[in-house]
């Protein structure tokens, strides 16, 4: 199965999961609009990859790819506010505060997060594996917004370098949410079994992958078009945030993709052909133009 | 035990369970701010109540009140920001918006529901009680947001009375946590077993007891000053909302307060001595002048 086959049966789901939600209809719109038609689903796509490198089948993972991706939804609904980054085009889209105005997009933001604990507390089979799950997501979206007020408010521990600021950063902004996604793929897979060895392998694979994919964002921003990534770029630059083209060079960062890309492919090393999907994955974040 | 000897435990534990959580500084005094020093403790109150009226011991339902408390407060913290209520008084201090400004408002409100849900997970004895915690709580933020957006943004089915969408308003708005404060506390007594009689009184006591809750809430604003209730009163009649006082008349409205208090009352008659302590609070709130 090729790496991005399953991203149709992560959007019917997503389409299923909350068409049926008992919500006014306004509302249900909105969350809608900024959950369906766009984006890369890769948070949901690594969940149902480490599932099945776990041993599972990657349908059993759907659930929680569907709470990841509502998690993910609703940071950039409200990361997009503007109070906050004040950004008017997402996933090629209007963003949702100047579709539906700021209150609904406030929100709609905190009802997909309820959602997302929702999804997985109705739709795991057992108490015992929603209790896992609901661990995993709750933790790590402290964490995402953690990483988002570091980014933005500071608040950061003192004596660390640019680099150790911008690692730091990202492994909470954008990492927290990654690993989230491939444990709880493992854990879709093993039941509660949270310490078996597939998932430390999983986490360790997250930790690089999560990190190279935010290098990857920080060159696209630099490099790329609106029009390609559909939303707008060196905005990062020109608000004076750390990236690392500007911490490390160009060329440095793009060493750095091919080597945190290496300390992902070797944590995938003992789950043999079980994770050719996620290496297929891996290979093409690193070389992404979009 | 008086119904409101359990506030100052209550208190404590709020301050502990935040205390320890692994956030930036900033981050973590704004939820702080948020949470601690003010408010009536309502919802942990209904909690710890209703475990002890279905035969449970109320520090057992302490994690469970916690985490109502978080959604009320994020609830709060979001409802006041500039593109919502534009409130510059909560609890008796400036709002967290204008105490930490915008941005950290927003993020403090998401932040403060990811921790009401990890408390359930990391604090329950066990998996099955979090699972069952965590579906209360999830479906009750998105019913209060639901209801939000009703009040605010519309979206009612069509053909109700005035009488008939302020029921459907509240019972979402503010009847949807304090139903789930009291259920919650319920689930804590009896572990999972939802459907035990003292779960069904206690679903009907809180329902009638939010209802007259919200009837006495609007009648405070009409009736009280700044200074009585601690926040701006006779907001919502200058908004245009539909209040009780508005759509019953005051006298009606205070009528409603004792009929619905009587159905309160007989909910509770099955549960005995048990439920003493929620009688006197469901006196106390017909009455209450703040």
Same mark, same amino acid.
């Given at each position: 199965?090729?790496?991005?086959?399953?991203?149709?049966?992560?959007?019917?789901?997503?389409?299923?999961?909350?068409?049926?939600?008992?919500?006014?209809?306004?509302?249900?719109?909105?969350?809608?609009?900024?959950?369906?038609?766009?984006?890369?689903?890769?948070?949901?796509?690594?969940?149902?990859? /480490?599932?099945?490198?776990? &041993?599972?089948?990657?349908?059993?993972?759907?659930?929680?790819?569907?709470?990841?991706?509502?998690?993910?939804?609703?940071?950039?609904?409200?990361?997009?506010?503007?109070?906050?980054?004040?950004?008017?085009?997402?996933?090629?889209?209007?963003?949702?505060?100047?579709? $539906? &105005?700021?209150?609904?997009?406030?929100?709609?933001?905190?009802?997909?997060?309820?959602?997302?604990?929702?999804?997985?507390?109705?739709?795991?089979?057992?108490?015992?594996?929603?209790?896992?799950?609901?661990?995993?997501?709750?933790?790590?979206?402290?964490?995402?917004?953690?990483?988002?007020?570091?980014?933005?408010?500071?608040?950061?521990?003192?004596?660390?370098?640019?680099?150790?600021?911008?690692?730091?950063?990202?492994?909470?902004?954008?990492?927290?949410?990654?690993? $989230?996604? /491939?444990?709880?793929?493992?854990? /879709?897979?093993?039941?509660?079994?949270?310490?078996?060895?597939?998932?430390?392998?999983?986490?360790?694979?997250?930790?690089?992958?999560?990190?190279?994919?935010?290098?990857?964002?920080?060159?696209?921003?630099?490099?790329?078009?609106?029009?390609?990534?559909?939303?707008?770029?060196?905005?990062?630059?020109?608000?004076?945030?750390?990236?690392?083209?500007?911490?490390?060079?160009?060329?440095?960062?793009?060493?750095?993709?091919?080597?945190?890309?290496?300390?992902?492919?070797?944590?995938?090393?003992?789950?043999?052909?079980?994770?050719?999907?996620?290496?297929?994955? /891996?290979?093409?974040?690193?070389?992404?133009?979009?």
């Amino acid at each position: 199965m090729a790496a991005l086959d399953c991203v149709p049966v992560i959007e019917r789901y997503l389409d299923e999961a909350t068409r049926s939600l008992k919500l006014p209809p306004n509302l249900l719109g909105a969350i809608r609009y900024a959950l369906l038609g766009g984006g890369k689903r890769l948070r949901p796509v690594l969940c149902w990859h /480490c599932c099945t490198a776990a &041993g599972g089948r990657g349908e059993d993972s759907l659930h929680a790819a569907a709470a990841v991706e509502l998690i993910h939804a609703f940071s950039l609904v409200h990361d997009d506010l503007p109070a906050m980054d004040d950004d008017d085009l997402r996933r090629g889209k209007p963003t949702l505060h100047l579709h $539906a &105005g700021e209150p609904m997009a406030i929100l709609a933001g905190d009802a997909m997060m309820a959602v997302a604990f929702e999804v997985l507390v109705e739709r795991s089979a057992k108490p015992a594996l929603a209790a896992a799950l609901v661990r995993e997501l709750s933790l790590a979206t402290t964490g995402m917004i953690a990483g988002q007020v570091h980014d933005t408010l500071g608040g950061l521990p003192k004596g660390l370098s640019d680099k150790q600021k911008l690692e730091l950063i990202h492994s909470q902004k954008t990492g927290s949410l990654i690993r $989230a996604a /491939c444990r709880m793929g493992g854990i /879709c897979a093993y039941g509660d079994l949270m310490r078996s060895p597939p998932m430390l392998w999983l986490t360790q694979f997250a930790d690089a992958f999560g990190l190279m994919f935010q290098v990857v964002d920080d060159l696209l921003d630099v490099e790329c078009t609106p029009e390609q990534t559909g939303k707008h770029t060196r905005k990062d630059a020109r608000a004076g945030k750390l990236t690392y083209p500007g911490v490390l060079g160009i060329d440095e960062s793009r060493r750095e993709v091919l080597r945190l890309q290496d300390v992902a492919l070797k944590a995938l090393e003992p789950l043999g052909s079980h994770a050719d999907a996620l290496r297929e994955l /891996c290979r093409q974040m690193a070389v992404r133009r979009s």
